[in-house]
């Protein structure tokens, strides 16, 4: 197109093995271009107002290669008329680029602050865990030991920008530190080679897709060695439309490899839904021990007795902590995790637990001893919190999706899914915490039987603290009705089944093939379920038996071959 946007023809069409050059001529402000050594003539005219700007050499390209030629290297057709490469330019007309994003990394030794690979985790436990993991990694390498460096929230800035300037290979870090660092120039991305994004659909759903592409921006594509950056995206759903679209948008031809297929519920874990039902079940109209809410009704009246959403509602929420009470008695749970919805929701949950001589601070052992994870608590309380919990000095740990997620806990029999969640690769994400190293699992999940009025601060600067405003989204408030009948109808359908529902005595059926479960032990072997298996199938195998003779006498007989057949 022309200055004035009009189109016009001027390069005769190109492709593989056609050399391209490009010529600028600053002294009268054209640029032109040459097909194999044949000059095109003018192209463009610099408008006066742009002669005086740098300009750099830039091309656009998608799903294809080229090769580049700044004069470093002898050219295949030498230009003529007094232009000369542009590595051949006189110092006094060449800009260095202060951005490198989008081309190579420069062959020039690299700032002790510019790694070579970045890791983002999303939460710090996670990222914790990946950097063990590479220390325990690197002490069997013997040519070079990686320098790793974990950088997140609620840890010194300082130790971190020194670390920085003594030299890092591998970062280990959370969204939000990291974005600090690079945006303040403590941390370079101009030697990028490994981007890596663990827990990706966690990372995409918690509002982070934009930090990712800026980013990405910045890293360099191509290597000084002409080696493409490595981008490697980890996630127990990579079947997650927003993962799918990540991959179109930033990676180049990806490969999936896939170590699961489409979601699905291993045969070691037993799943079941327990309905909550205000309208059925008024043992929450006590007027005993109460159970703290969230506090999304405190403003409402309630009406007893009646079809009021409100009043039904917080009948759910006061349902879930004795039902979860239930369940926890019901099957001597010794061990499990409980995912709530929210923060808040954790937080009054444990303060449940505590009224029932639980808690934190509860001797070891107690049935209710809990503890919370969620990024509100303090980094040193939530790592004492998980290792607790993994060392087996409180039974339950209390947490939402995002807290848990990735974090390596071993042995775990039970999960209780409190509040079911709105996005069913979070299901999959949850109840696959049980169910592992042909252990059997047991996951519960409480659904209310109508929608229950939930915080959901969208319109608050401040994600929430310190807000009262019960009002829902659609008035510019901060609540909305969260439909968990339908949330289980969305999950069944991604998983192509029907979960099964026990009532609020929580009481599991057992597979009659199963026999006896013990939840947290190893399943029992083939064999010995194979044998009751096969008694159980004898008479049905016996009778088609009976009936494949009868139908092969049946066809010798009327095609007359019989007499013949047993004359022979």
């Not at 006066?48 to 390209?61: D, E, M, N, S, Y």
């Not at 592409?213 to 995206?233: C, F």
């Not at 999959?428 to 209310?448: E, K, P, W, Y």
């Not at 969208?458 to 009262?468: F, K, L, P, Q």
């Amino acid at each position: 197109m022309d200055k004035y946007m009009y189109r016009f023809n001027y390069l005769k069409p190109y492709g593989m093995g056609d050399t391209i050059g490009c010529f600028l001529d600053l002294d009268a402000g054209v640029i032109s271009y040459s097909k194999n050594g044949i000059d095109l003539g003018q192209a463009f005219a610099i408008p006066g107002h742009l002669q005086k700007q740098t300009f750099f050499a830039a091309v656009v390209l998608k799903n294809a290669e080229m090769k580049f030629n700044f004069g470093s290297f002898t050219f295949k057709h030498q230009p003529s008329n007094g232009y000369v490469g542009l590595s051949e330019s006189d110092p006094s007309c060449v800009s260095p680029s202060p951005i490198h994003g989008g081309g190579a990394v420069q062959s020039s030794k690299a700032a002790p602050n510019a790694p070579m690979a970045i890791i983002i985790e999303p939460s710090r436990e996670l990222a914790e865990q990946t950097l063990n993991q590479i220390k325990k990694f690197k002490v069997h390498i013997s040519e070079f030991r990686p320098r790793e460096l974990l950088i997140i929230g609620g840890a010194p800035a300082k130790e971190q920008i020194d670390a920085l300037n003594r030299g890092v290979d591998i970062v280990v870090a959370t969204p939000g530190r990291i974005d600090d660092l690079i945006g303040t120039g403590k941390l370079s991305l101009s030697q990028v080679r490994f981007f890596i994004l663990d827990e990706a659909d966690g990372l995409l759903s918690a509002g982070y897709s934009n930090q990712i592409d800026r980013m990405w921006k910045q890293i360099p594509q191509v290597t000084a060695d002409g080696k493409r950056l490595q981008m490697v995206v980890c996630s127990a759903t990579l079947h997650s439309f927003d993962v799918k679209k990540l991959a179109e948008r930033i990676m180049h031809f990806p490969t999936w490899v896939d170590l699961k297929g489409q979601d699905s519920v291993p045969d070691t874990l037993h799943h079941v839904v327990v309905k909550v039902n205000p309208q059925e079940d008024l043992s929450w109209q006590r007027g005993g021990q109460k159970v703290q809410t969230d506090g999304v009704h405190y403003n409402d009246q309630m009406h007893y007795g009646s079809q009021d959403k409100e009043t039904l509602s917080e009948g759910i929420k006061i349902l879930k902590a004795d039902y979860l009470i239930k369940a926890i008695q019901e099957h001597k749970m010794d061990k499990a995790i409980l995912f709530c919805r929210t923060k808040l929701d954790c937080d009054n949950m444990e303060k449940y637990m505590k009224t029932l001589g639980g808690g934190p601070k509860a001797v070891p052992k107690h049935q209710f001893s809990c503890v919370c994870l969620h990024s509100d608590r303090k980094p040193p309380e939530r790592r004492e919190n998980l290792q607790k919990f993994k060392d087996d000095r409180v039974r339950f740990l209390i947490c939402t999706d995002v807290a848990a997620r990735g974090i390596d806990v071993r042995g775990v029999p039970y999960v209780v899914n409190v509040t079911m969640p709105d996005e069913k690769e979070n299901y999959v994400h949850r109840i696959g915490r049980v169910g592992r190293a042909d252990r059997m699992g047991l996951a519960i999940s409480l659904v209310g039987s109508v929608p229950e009025k939930v915080w959901y601060h969208s319109n608050c600067s401040n994600r929430g603290r310190g807000c009262h405003n019960t009002d829902l989204t659609t008035r510019g408030g901060c609540c909305i009705w969260y439909n968990e009948m339908q949330y289980l109808g969305d999950i069944e359908e991604h998983l192509g089944i029907t979960i099964d529902q026990i009532g609020p005595e929580m009481k599991v059926p057992v597979n009659e093939f199963d026999g006896k479960v013990v939840y947290g032990e190893r399943r029992k072997l083939t064999g010995s379920s194979y044998k009751g298996h096969a008694d159980i199938l004898a008479p049905a195998v016996s009778e088609l038996a009976d009936l494949e003779c009868k139908a092969q006498s049946s066809f010798l007989r009327f095609s007359g071959m019989q007499d013949n057949l047993f004359a022979m």
